[in-house]
């Protein structure tokens, strides 16, 4: 039998800023991430979460994170670290909790594209341009791009990230950190996605967040290449001119989409079967990436 879900954790004496998916809490000069079971689709959070999807998350950042070899936040994920209320609920922490440094948050998602997906297919299909980038004209839906590119968005504390241009984010973080992120973010992408297509599994794109130390130093926080940060396709089912299936929500959101709920009131239960086979892609791609045939 599956564990019942956790969608929101408690603890006392710390304060807590709860996201859609997460419980984060302030410790001092550290963070505990707590990557809850709650899930979310069309800007709301369903009713009813998906067993085990924290744990998967956190196990998921820690394998690219331990694999990237680059800078980050990562301190423990070993709940032993942690302050005493969270030892004394270790239950429920362990295993979906990571320890973090402190950063001051850049306020630039970093968006990585090596494929014509999502909110770019959309903007190409009106003006053959991702984020003002012009791109060779006749590309189909899902088409891998020349090279990848770089694409950064507005951080939206409630719906939607806005997709901007080079420039408009450089107006915000000055050219010099906007070329260094981009650079550093790409270089991430590349290296994963050529990872990733060796497990059968194609990188079409990832959101990375970016914060900086007191001393100015520039290193990778939040999730890392998860499927709730990241879009993943089979490469045995991929192919252009279609949406391939994803390793995500994309079976929540399509089984919404054939309902009557109206996107503008809360949400309908989840029946168990879209829950099962929602975790079932999480585990899929967690297993695909990370373990390894004897």
Known sequence: ????????????GFPLRQGKVRDVYDLGDTLA?????????????????????????????????DWLHVPNHWISDDIADFPAAFRAQADIFRGRTQLV?????????????????GSGW?????HGTVCGIPLP???????????????????????????????QMATVVGENVGNELKERTLDIYRRAATY?????????????????????????????????SSRFWPKESYRTGISPPSF????????????????????????????????AKYREAYERLTVHEN
């Open 101 to 117: 440094t402190k950063t001051k948050v850049i306020p630039i998602e970093c968006v990585a594209r090596g494929y014509l997906a």
């Open 33 to 65: 991430f707590v990557a809850t079971d709650r899930i979310s689709a069309f800007d709301w959070v369903m009713p009813n979460g998906i067993p085990g999807k924290g744990i998967i998350l956190t196990a998921m950042s820690k394998f690219w994170l």
């Open 122 to 126: 959309k903007e190409y299909r009106q």
């Open 137 to 167: 004209s006749g590309l189909r839906e899902s088409e891998r791009l020349p090279e990848p590119i770089f694409t950064p968005a507005t951080k939206a504390e409630t719906g939607h990230d806005e997709n901007i241009a080079f420039a």
């Open 196 to 228: 990733a297509e060796s497990r059968g599994i194609i990188l079409a794109d990832t959101k990375l967040e970016w914060g900086t130390l007191p001393n100015g130093e520039i290193i990778l926080i939040d999730e890392v290449l998860t499927p709730d």
């Open 1 to 12: 039998m599956s564990p019942a879900p956790l969608l929101q954790s408690r603890v006392e």
């Open 248 to 279: 995500d929500k994309q079976f929540l959101r399509d089984w919404l989409e054939t309902t009557p709920w109206d996107k503008a009131s809360p949400p309908p239960n989840l029946p168990q079967d879209v829950i099962e086979k929602t975790a």
